[in-house]
C-alpha cells in the first residue's frame, strides 16, 4: 500500500513510528526545512504514553520529562495544594511534562533507530486529488513532482492543505478570550507543581519545565489591552516574579472540528482534524492518540478505518465540549462561574473522590484506550 504522510510534527511523527511497526512503510514530507524549535505543548498523558509504550519510546519520554507532583491554587491570598496520587495508571504517572520540541526530538530519533526512512523536510503538499490519490510535491529546489498514493494522511496542522482539498469544513469559531504564553525564570512559586491563579476575568497558570524553569500561561479578558513584550518577560503577581523570558506568544484559540475524519483517499489526525483550548492539555495528546488509533485500524480494512474516523471524531468531540467548559471556568466571565470555581477549587482537594477524578482527567485516563474498543456511550465520557 503506497501511503503519503504529510506533515511531521508531534502527530505526523507518532504515525509514521507507529505505521512502521505495522510493517508499512510510509513516505512523509513536511514543508519546513526543519523542525520547530518551540516548546508549545508541554504535558504528555498517561493515555498517550500507553499508545506510545508499544512503539518502544515511551520511556525515553518519562525519562527526559518532569513528574508533576501537584496543583497548587492562590484563592484570594491563601495557597491550597493538591498532591498527585499517581494511581491513575499503573505503568505512568498522572501526566509528565515536555516541551513539544522535546517530544518530537524523541519520536524521530525513536524513527531512526528502527531504521525507517526520515521525514523529507523542505517538501510541500501544493496540490491533491481526493478520489485519485494523485498528488504534486513542491521540492525546495522548485521542482515539482507528481505522484500517486493509496491512501494521503494530513497530518498537517490546523491549516491543513489535505482538509482544504478534501472541501471539508472546519466547524466551529474563536474564543473571545486572548491566550499570553512565556518561558523563562521565577521565584516564589512550588516547584514541581502546577501553580495557578485564577482571576476576574482570566487566570494565570505556571507549568514547571524539566530543566529548571517556567511556562507561564495567562488568559485575558476580550477587552484586555495588547500586551507589552516587555510586560510579557518580566512581571509580578502576589508572592511570585517571573522573569527573562526566553519565548514569548500572545493568540487568539479557536475551536474548531473536522465535518469528517475520512473520505476518499484521506484521513485527517490532530491539528488538521481538530483545534481546542489548550485548558486540560489535550490538543497534541488526542493527535498522537489518533495516530496510534489508525495504525491500528489500517491494516484490518476499510470498515476499521470508517470505525476509526467516527470514534476518534467523538472523542475530539467529547474534548471539545470539555475544554469549551474548562476555559469558560478559568476566565470566570461572570460572577457565578468564579464563585463555582472557587468552591471547586476549595472541595477538590478535600473529597478523594473528586480528587481522583481530576487526577484520572489530567491524566487522560477518561477517554478510551488506543487499542480498546473505543466507543464513547452517548451520554459522553466513560468514568
Ligand atoms: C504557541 C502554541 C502553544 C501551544 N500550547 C499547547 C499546550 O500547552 N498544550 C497542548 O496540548 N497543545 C498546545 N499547542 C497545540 C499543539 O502545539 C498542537 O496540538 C500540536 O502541535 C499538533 O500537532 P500536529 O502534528 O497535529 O500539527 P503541527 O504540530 O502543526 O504539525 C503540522 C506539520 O505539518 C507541516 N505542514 C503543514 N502544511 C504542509 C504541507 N502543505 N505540506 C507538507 N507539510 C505541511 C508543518 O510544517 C508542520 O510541521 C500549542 C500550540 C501553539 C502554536
Given at each position: 500500500m503506497r501511503i503519503l504522510v504529510v506533515g511531521a510534527g508531534p502527530v505526523g511523527l507518532a504515525l509514521a513510528l507507529a505505521l512502521h511497526r505495522q510493517g508499512l512503510a510510509p513516505r512523509q514530507v513536511d514543508k519546513a526545512p526543519t523542525p520547530s524549535p518551540w516548546s508549545k505543548a508541554l504535558g504528555i498523558q498517561a493515555r498517550t504514553l500507553e499508545a506510545l509504550d508499544p512503539l518502544g519510546v515511551a520511556d525515553s519520554l518519562q525519562s527526559a520529562a518532569l513528574h508533576v507532583r501537584g496543583v497548587t491554587f492562590r484563592l484570594g491570598g491563601a495557597k491550597q495544594a493538591f498532591t498527585l496520587r499517581h494511581a491513575a495508571h499503573p505503568r505512568f504517572p498522572s501526566?509528565?511534562?515536555?516541551?513539544?520540541?522535546?517530544?518530537?526530538?524523541?519520536?524521530?530519533?525513536?524513527?531512526?533507530?528502527v531504521g525507517a526512512a526520515p521525514p523529507e523536510r523542505g517538501v510541500e503538499l501544493v496540490s491533491l486529488n481526493v478520489s485519485t490519490g494523485a498528488v504534486e510535491l513542491r521540492h525546495p529546489d522548485g521542482r515539482v513532482e507528481a505522484a500517486d498514493y493509496d491512501l494521503v494522511l494530513g497530518c498537517d496542522g490546523a491549516h491543513s492543505a489535505v482538509r482544504k482539498a478534501a472541501g471539508i469544513v472546519f466547524e466551529g469559531a474563536r474564543y473571545e478570550e486572548k491566550l499570553v504564553l512565556a518561558d523563562g525564570r521565577a521565584e516564589g512559586l512550588e516547584p514541581d507543581y502546577i501553580n495557578i491563579f485564577p482571576g476576574r476575568g482570566g487566570g494565570a497558570f505556571f507549568f514547571p519545565l524539566p530543566h529548571g524553569g517556567w511556562r507561564a500561561v495567562a488568559m485575558l479578558p476580550p477587552d484586555a489591552p495588547p500586551v507589552p513584550d516587555e510586560d510579557l518577560r518580566h512581571f509580578q503577581l502576589p508572592g511570585m516574579r517571573f522573569h527573562d523570558a526566553t519565548w514569548w506568544s500572545a493568540f487568539r484559540i479557536s475551536h474548531r472540528l473536522a465535518e469528517t475524519y475520512r473520505t476518499g483517499r484521506i484521513a485527517l489526525l490532530g491539528d488538521a482534524a481538530h483545534i481546542h483550548s489548550p485548558a486540560g492539555g489535550q490538543g497534541m495528546n488526542l493527535g498522537i492518540q489518533d495516530a496510534c488509533a489508525l495504525a491500528l485500524a489500517l491494516p484490518r480494512g476499510?470498515?476499521?478505518?470508517?470505525e476509526w474516523a467516527e470514534t476518534r471524531r467523538a472523542v475530539a468531540r467529547t474534548v471539545l465540549a470539555r475544554t469549551d467548559r474548562l476555559t469558560a471556568m478559568v476566565s470566570g466571565r461572570n460572577a457565578a462561574v468564579r464563585l463555582l470555581r472557587g468552591v471547586a477549587l476549595r472541595l477538590v482537594p478535600r473529597l478523594p473522590p473528586l480528587a481522583a477524578r481530576l487526577e484520572r482527567a489530567l491524566a487522560g485516563m477518561d477517554y478510551p484506550a488506543v487499542d480498546g474498543p473505543g466507543r464513547l456511550p452517548s451520554s459522553g465520557i466513560p468514568t
Open positions: 501526566m509528565v511534562i515536555l516541551p513539544q520540541s522535546e517530544t518530537e526530538r524523541l519520536l524521530a530519533e525513536r524513527l531512526a533507530a476499510e470498515t476499521a478505518l470508517a
